[in-house]
């Protein structure tokens, strides 16, 4: 089983924290976020790891080294400067991913997800190109991205939630994307929704998009319960 850390991002939100420190190794509670999720795929069984990097992604490489510290293994998947949005990252690194399904979250969450039940989901995917984790809408995101009705992700209904940024995936949603070439994931998880092919499940624990300094400092709160 592998999981891809998305952590290209500029980190514009954050300035001018990340003009010189890439938002993944911004501290929480003692140690940078990525090392969270690190520490908590291991502790689920899932050791082989891909990181994507672009803005200052050298000092993500020195920082987590091939990532023995953590108990896990790393292969970094380099992208320049200025990144290839989520898809075209993914897309970039499937060499590095094979050939089944894999999970990804997002390097900037902070979240107590269950990276065993997520890493067993990958196991049993199916037809599935992809199945998604949502929670509830924060409030600088308040109307939402998918509705969830009976563990299948529609695009349109009532009561829609947030992508909580952890999904696994199915090789097959990437095949139409050429390596190195900038895309976005949202199209293709419509595509997905529309086809009948992405289910997904809600998420009601600890959930944070660690986007702002406030949010920062917010997280240091939250996780300081959760890590004790």
Known sequence: MKA???AAGRGERM???TDTTPKPLLPVCGKPLIVWH????HAAGITEIVINHAWLGQQIEH???????FGVRI??????ETGL?????IANAADKLGDAPFVVVNGDVLTDVDFAAVRRRAETLGDDWAH???TANPPHHPHGDFALHGGRVRTEGTGKLTFAGIGVYSPALFAGIERGRPAKLAPLLVSAAQAGRLGGERHTGLWLDVGTPERLAQAQTLWARFAV
Not at 38 to 41: N, P
Not at 63 to 69: E, F, K
Not at 85 to 89: D, H, S
């Open 4 to 6: 891809m850390i998305l």
């Open 15 to 17: 300035r001018p924290l």
């Open 38 to 41: 690190l520490l908590r795929l």
């Open 63 to 69: 920082a987590l080294g091939d990532g023995s510290a």
């Open 75 to 80: 292969a970094y998947s380099p992208e320049g």
């Open 85 to 89: 949005e989520t898809a075209g990252g």
């Open 132 to 134: 998604l984790w949502l």
